[in-house]
Nanobody
Framework: QAHLVESGGGLVQPGGSLRLSCEASGRIDGFRAMGWYRQVPGKLRELVARIIIGGRADYADSVKGRATISKDNAKNTVDLQITSLKPEDTAVYLC????????????WGQGIQVTVSS
């Protein structure tokens, strides 16, 4: 089982930016995808951005043009940077790693709160 540790959340003003980082350890061989989802109470968990095997990055329409996801294979980390933050970006952000062993749902981090407010 993979262990995922997220960092970088907090309170950000509208228009600001943030960088979230997720470090994976444990059983992480057989990479298929790694990325970030977010969840708001009462709503379904939604994909924000992910990198899939082969290196392609997928982004939610709501963050396209504002988000950049990157993966460091040496450190087993994936970072998400979002600029021009909006109040509707407020959510718990969760890191997800899918491997051959854990497909299709993968392993999840504990989640980290991001609040966009003045």
């Amino acid at each position: 089982q993979a262990h995922l540790v997220e960092s970088g959340g907090g309170l950000v003003q509208p228009g600001g930016s943030l960088r979230l980082s997720c470090e994976a350890s444990g059983r992480i061989d057989g990479f298929r995808a790694m990325g970030w989802y977010r969840q708001v109470p009462g709503k379904l968990r939604e994909l924000v951005a992910r990198i899939i095997i082969g290196g392609r990055a997928d982004y939610a329409d709501s963050v396209k043009g504002r988000a950049t996801i990157s993966k460091d294979n040496a450190k087993n980390t994936v970072d998400l940077q979002i600029t021009s933050l909006k109040p509707e970006d407020t959510a718990v952000y969760l890191c997800n790693l899918v491997t051959v062993a854990t497909a299709p749902f993968g392993s999840w981090g504990q989640g980290i709160q991001v609040t966009v407010s003045s």
